[in-house]
């Protein structure tokens, strides 16, 4: 792996080391992913035909005549697919590859990079080269570190010492007066391009791993042509934090992640808090639900993994608040039996038609396959199928594939608030603290300060429950026109 600081080359090393191999090694073939299309046009014109139209050598081995932005192809055999995939793999299932690249993992579902790998199943001799940039000590990216990787730093000599005092790049390094890198020690200048200058392990192993991941630190003063002045002045007038400065020039974390919910915020929003003196009503859902008009349903679709279930939530308006009456994890996973073998399927046909559910919504990333079966069943009408990605409006639909696209950061920026300002009900606390609201409070938030904002779950803890909230909380806004929800007034 390789991460980094902005326009430090990731981009441009996937590059180099994809064309050497498809060169030396031919017939090669190699897979390319990012989490967004955006992204994957980006590399394929900006960065993998920039680098190629600079390379005389390279040259000589590109096929002209492919000039497609998914498939790239070479003279000896070799070829190159591009694809994306953020919340799910669909779009990389059935392809088979030696060479995997998978780029910006920072951005991507934890769950997404292990179908990616099985590309590379059939390989003889499969290489990965991974790519991204750190913005938090227990994001994505640091658990894969965590968990798979040999922490490696460039470290720059002083001989001014005896013995030679090492330097491992850091803010203490950059002269803000001078805009020259100095040796943290002494105060005096050093050359990152010294004779002496290497790679040194700076994190081991984890205990136990026979063959680990080699994680190199790229930060911006590691280039030689680096404008460190630039830099120090984006600090010193304000046009960068010292967080942001942090992780664009130094590839350190930009902030560590926040915890948006904690069970006070959600308990808050239970039934009995709201609504105690009407406990009694609660207790029979189905009536509930039957008086309150319109009923909805979310469905995040598991993956069958201990920390990814299947989960559905039943709810509809009860007096001028959003409200779920009814939750349950649908799959039973983690005992030997598969989800399949618990019906899992019939089990949200049969919540649907005995709670009258009028519309449904559900995750299109883990559940292609079961919307569609649901879709046989309903109709499209009732079935609306949900894709999280990373896009600027707040919902698009897809008139070709027929389902809709969410901006998953500003979706879950609006239901955090709607549980913050206790504009939504939950179900009494005693049936929902475990394990829903524990799910919930699984999520965290990083980003802001310039820098756009992600959500994403720690490694091993699921986040079901809040995904599925999403998309009931979608389909009832939908279905009302709640405007400050949707932002209508900007879709027009």
């Known amino acids: 792996m390789v991460y980094g600081g902005r326009q430090v080359g990731k981009s441009v090393i996937l590059s180099v080391q994809q064309g050497s191999s498809a060169i030396l090694k031919a ?63 669909d779009r990389i299932r059935g392809i088979s590859a030696d060479d995997i690249f998978p780029d910006e993992v920072q951005d991507m579902d934890p769950d997404v990079l292990p179908v990616i790998y099985e590309a590379a199943f059939r390989s003889p001799d499969p290489k990965f080269m991974l790519s991204g940039t750190q913005k938090s000590m227990d994001g994505p990216l640091q658990d894969i570190i965590n968990r798979e990787g040999r922490h490696l730093d460039w470290v720059v000599p002083c001989e001014r010492h005896t013995p ?131 009923v909805f349903m979310g469905v995040d679709w598991g993956a069958g993994t201990e920390e990814s279930h299947t989960l559905a939530l039943v709810g509809g308006y009860y007096k001028g608040k959003p409200t779920i009456v009814f939750a349950e994890r649908a799959s039973v996973v983690g005992m ?11 089990r949200i046909k049969s919540i649907h038609d005995s709670y009258g559910v009028e519309v449904m919504g559900c995750d299109f990333g883990l559940g292609y396959g079961r919307n569609m079966d649901l879709i046989k069943e309903y109709g499209l009408r009732q079935i609306k199928r949900i894709m999280l990605l990373h896009q600027s409006a707040m919902y698009k639909y897809d008139e070709d594939e027929l389902y809709f696209k969410i901006s ?29 609201a524990e799910d919930m409070t699984n999520i965290r938030r990083e980003g802001g300060d310039g820098v756009p904002v992600t959500y994403f779950r720690p490694s091993g803890k699921p986040d079901d429950t809040f995904s599925a909230l999403v998309f009931w909380v979608f389909v009832l806004a939908l279905k009302y026109k709640i405007h400050n929800i949707l932002r209508l007034e900007k879709e027009k």
């Open 27 to 89: 017939p090669r073939r190699a897979l390319y992913v990012a989490p967004t299309l955006i992204q994957a046009r980006e590399f394929s014109s900006a960065k993998f035909d920039d680098v190629y139209n600079r390379s005389p050598v390279l040259q000589v081995f590109h096929d002209e005549r492919s000039r497609s932005v998914t498939e790239k192809r070479y003279i000896l055999g070799s070829r190159l697919t591009l694809r994306y995939a953020f919340r799910h793999a």
């Open 164 to 294: 030679t005092k090492w330097n491992i790049l850091d803010e203490d390094n950059l002269d803000h007066k001078t805009a020259t890198l100095i040796c943290r020690y002494c105060k005096k200048s050093i050359d990152v391009q010294h004779k002496d200058a290497q790679w040194v392990v700076t994190q081991s192993p984890p205990p136990g791993l026979d063959d680990p991941m080699n994680v190199y630190r790229i930060c911006q003063p590691m280039e030689p042509s680096a404008d460190l002045k630039d830099s120090v002045r984006k600090v010193n007038t304000g046009q960068y934090s010292i967080t942001r400065y942090r992780n664009e020039v130094w590839a350190r974390p930009h902030q560590h992640s926040s915890q948006p919910l904690t069970r006070e915020m959600i308990k808050a929003c239970c039934w009995d808090q709201q609504f105690g003196w009407e406990l009694s009503m609660h207790k029979d859902s189905r009536k509930m639900c039957a008086s309150m008009g319109s």
């Open 336 to 346: 030997g039996v598969s989800s399949i073998e618990h019906d899992e399927i019939g």
């Open 408 to 436: 998953k950061s500003m979706f879950y920026d609006k239901v955090v608030d709607l549980i913050k300002r206790k504009q939504i009900v939950l179900p009494r606390w005693d049936e929902f603290c475990k394990p829903f």
